[in-house]
């Protein structure tokens, strides 16, 4: 997912935003709990075509962070000169 800011200085932004632990989703209809095989809209015709770029994908994502005492020292400490 996207949004269009404009800064203080007038210029436009495009901010992605990415989603920890991003349940079962689907990437054509943007529909939580559910996934392409049990998505009713993709039976509606002139939904969205055949090779047509969906809103939303994969790149929705973000890593879920490892967490626990094996995890070390975050990286922003690991340059902070001590």
Avoid at 3 to 16: A, Q, Y
Avoid at 32 to 50: M, N, P, Q, S, T
Wanted: proline letters at 9%.
């Amino acid at each position: 997912m996207a949004l269009k800011i404009r800064s203080t200085s007038g210029e436009e932004l495009l901010v992605r935003f990415t989603y920890e632990r991003l349940p079962n989703f689907r990437f054509l209809c943007g529909r939580l709990g559910h996934i392409d095989k049990y998505c009713a809209v993709r039976f509606e015709e002139g939904y969205c075509k055949l090779g047509e770029a969906a809103p939303y994908g994969p790149w929705m994502r973000a890593p879920v962070p490892t967490r626990g005492r094996s995890q070390g020292l975050p990286e922003w400490r690991k340059s902070t000169p001590h």
